[in-house]
Nanobody, 126 residues
Framework: QVQLVESGGGLVQAGGSLRLSCSAS????????MGWFRQAPGKEREFVAA???????????YYADSVKGRFVISGDNAKNTMYLQVNSLTPEDTAVYYC????????????????WGQGTQVTVSS
């Protein structure tokens, strides 16, 4: 079992930044692929970014086209924590942001992750 807890959301003006955190417990952090998703009101949940490790190697992260160049995903294995630095925010980025974990990266990229956090709200005002 893996427990995931997000934090760091809030209200920010357009053009601002936030750093979201996802703290993992229950299993070795580096044994899983990790990802961020978001769900805006009235919309389906969508993939944002993913990162994973194998044999001590951090693989090149994936990003959705809508956030590429603005968001940065990273992880700290020693702290069992994953981060999402969100920059140059626009009102279209307003959503609940969820972190997810899966034994394989395919689980993250397909949206069928094994474990999900409860979400953290990001609201961007214009």
């Amino acid at each position: 079992q893996v427990q995931l807890v997000e934090s760091g959301g809030g209200l920010v003006q357009a053009g601002g930044s936030l750093r979201l955190s996802c703290s993992a417990s229950g299993r070795t952090f580096s044994s899983y692929a990790m990802g961020w998703f978001r769900q805006a009101p009235g919309k389906e949940r969508e993939f944002v970014a993913a990162i994973w490790w194998s044999g001590g190697v951090t693989y090149v992260p994936y990003y959705a086209d809508s956030v590429k160049g603005r968001f940065v995903i990273s992880g700290d294995n020693a702290k069992n924590t994953m981060y999402l630095q969100v920059n140059s925010l626009t009102p279209e980025d307003t959503a609940v942001y969820y972190c997810a974990a899966s034994p394989k990266i395919s689980g993250i990229l397909s949206g069928r992750a094994d474990y999900w956090g409860q979400g953290t709200q990001v609201t961007v005002s214009s």
